[in-house]
């Protein structure tokens, strides 16, 4: 949902982290508390993601997509760590 098409328990569980209130309402508006909303989870998200990876883009594009459990991680979740690198390198 929103911006970072982030899944409802992952915003749920971002935005405990962040210290801010839940707010499923704000994941699906365009308005502009909605976008600052959306920017604070998303950059969260991708932090989390980054680190997880420890700056292996594929591993942190991997997490970004299907969560920390490695074990979940199907060709699903390859192709799209695939498709971030080709993007990256504007292909």
Known sequence: MGLGQIMPDTARNLSRRLG?????????????????????????????????????????????????????WGPKTRRYGDDILRRMRGQ
């Open 20 to 72: 801010l209130p839940y707010r499923p309402d704000l994941l699906s508006s365009t308005n502009t508390a909605a976008r600052e909303y959306q920017d604070r989870l998303t950059e969260a998200a991708t932090r989390e993601a980054w680190d997880f990876g420890a700056g292996n883009t594929r591993k942190a594009a991997s997490y970004y997509f299907a969560g920390p459990n490695r074990a979940g």
